[in-house]
């Protein structure tokens, strides 16, 4: 069979395509490679710097959605900040 997907079934028959995937094998089986290997250190580079950047884009929109809910509506923002004051106030019991 040529396909290119392989079923438990077809395995050995598939064997070549399939050697270093990993599929059905114990944790302390060598597959040969390991995901990490596929990567060269410049493409996990920019997998990590890709990540950074979602993760800071992120940021900026709660930043700037906390920053605007604020501004609209100052004394529920109050509220909810001495509410967070008591609550951890409460919990750590300074006196």
Known sequence: ??????RPAETKQNSGAN????IGQT???NSGQTSGQNLSKNDGARE???IR???QALLGD????????CKNRPQMAA???FT???YVGWKIKPW
Do not use: C, K, R
């Not at 709660?62 to 809910?69: A, E, F, H, I, L």
């Open 19 to 22: 050697q270093n995937s990993g």
């Open 62 to 69: 709660v930043g700037s959605s906390v920053s605007t809910y």
């Open 48 to 50: 990590g710097n890709d």
């Open 27 to 29: 944790p302390g089986q």
């Open 84 to 86: 967070l004051g008591i």
């Open 1 to 6: 069979m040529s396909s290119t997907t392989t």
């Open 53 to 55: 950047e979602d993760f």
């Open 79 to 81: 509220l909810m900040i």
